[in-house]
């Protein structure tokens, strides 16, 4: 199937970024979606931006600040972040959907980065 790992979080101060990378491996033939989640300590999941096609939407409280993008050549994602700020704090999952190799629809999700923003 397809494996989505994870990299680039880290402890930062408030205003100072962070990019995180989304790299996918497996027989992918194309990834038609995909998308960066949060979660927070006692909150739920939450959609932080999301890709599909030529669509990219943004959650509220991150527009302007994060950007979303992809390197198709590599399979891999990425998810640039400035500004930061500590209601940013949380566990960030990378999110993806396309077809394979063989013909069939994936769905998968990353382990998870922490995000931590300090004051």
């Known amino acids: 199937q397809v494996q989505l790992v994870e990299s680039g979080g880290g402890l930062v101060q408030a205003g100072r970024s962070l990019r995180l990378s989304c790299a996918a491996s497996?027989?992918?033939?194309?990834?038609?979606?995909m998308g960066w989640y949060r979660q927070a300590p006692g909150k739920q999941r939450e959609l932080v931006a999301a890709s599909n096609g030529g669509t990219t939407v943004y959650a509220d409280s991150v527009k302007g600040r994060f950007t979303i993008s992809r390197d198709n050549a590599k399979n891999t994602m990425y998810l640039q972040m400035n500004s930061l700020k500590p209601e940013d704090t949380a566990v960030y999952y990378c999110?993806?959907?396309?077809?394979?190799?063989?013909?069939?629809?994936?769905?998968?999700w990353g382990q998870g980065t922490q995000v931590t923003v300090s004051s």
């Open positions: 497996g027989s992918i033939f194309s990834i038609d979606a």
């Open positions: 999110n993806a959907a396309g077809l394979l190799m063989k013909g069939t629809n994936f769905a998968s």
